[in-house]
T-cell receptor
Framework: EAGVTQFPSHSVIEKGQTVTLRCDPI?????LYWYRRVMGKEIKFLLH????????ESGMPNNRFLAERTGGTYSTLKVQPAELEDSGVYFC???????????FGSGTRLTVV | AQSVTQLGSHVSVSEGALVLLRCNYS??????LFWYVQYPNQGLQLLLK??????LVKGINGFEAEFKKSETSFHLTKPSAHMSDAAEYFC?????????????FGTGTKLQVIP
């Protein structure tokens, strides 16, 4: 089966610009998660979708971040306007639920200059 | 709330030597425990997981980990390191919150294998 796909793999933008990250989960996985790793720090939870609904968005840093999941399929994470501290690797993961671990995508490395 | 502590942000071993990466967790309820690996320029890959049952868990690439409840530990081991094991390893704990898993990661340990 196809894995979790994220794109772009890398993005370099200027402070104040807008960037949209996309995640395509494994087909049939109702649960979709976004995580972020800032340089040298731990991988931190951002939010969790169950189908198209936001189950938990307690990790979203501020209102410059907007996540959507259209029709319970792919998800986008928009950062507008981007700040320097938003730089890091953004991971998406999906899970069918239950006792299964997540399947992660390869991440999007965002650099804000 | 759950948390994970990984001891040592960098670990170096010689090729053929034992690999031991340490992980301690904190959780108010029985946790699920995971080890993930990230190879350079790649995503996170699940190495192994503990949910219930046997406390010694075997994973891919010869790795294994033992869940020790009394020590709240889930250390990762491999008897003989290969050059290809050089990567960053993340311990993670998951508890069910609101009916769903919520995974919390440690800060990661970079493993260097010296020829």
């Amino acid at each position: 089966e196809a894995g979790v796909t994220q794109f772009p793999s890398h993005s370099v933008i200027e402070k104040g610009q807008t960037v949209t990250l996309r995640c395509d989960p494994i087909s049939g996985h109702d649960n979709l998660y976004w995580y972020r790793r800032v340089m040298g720090k731990e991988i931190k939870f951002l939010l969790h979708f169950v189908k198209e609904s936001k189950q938990d968005e307690s990790g979203m840093p501020n209102n410059r971040f907007l996540a959507e999941r259209t029709g319970g399929t792919y998800s986008t994470l928009k950062v507008q306007p981007a700040e320097l501290e938003d730089s890091g690797v953004y991971f998406c993961a999906s899970s069918p639920g239950g006792n299964y671990g997540y399947t992660f995508g390869s991440g999007t490395r965002l650099t804000v200059v | 709330a759950q948390s994970v502590t990984q001891l040592g942000s960098h670990v170096s071993v010689s090729e053929g030597a034992l690999v031991l990466l340490r992980c301690n967790y904190s959780s108010s309820v029985p946790p699920y425990l995971f080890w993930y690996v990230q190879y350079p320029n790649q995503g996170l890959q699940l190495l192994l997981k503990y949910t219930t049952g046997a406390t010694l868990v075997k994973g891919i690439n010869g790795f294994e980990a033992e869940f020790k409840k009394s020590e709240t530990s889930f250390h990762l081991t491999k008897p003989s390191a290969h050059m290809s094991d050089a990567a960053e390893y993340f311990c993670a704990v998951s508890v069910r919150t609101g009916g769903y898993q919520k995974v919390t990661f440690g800060t990661g340990t970079k493993l260097q294998v010296i020829p």
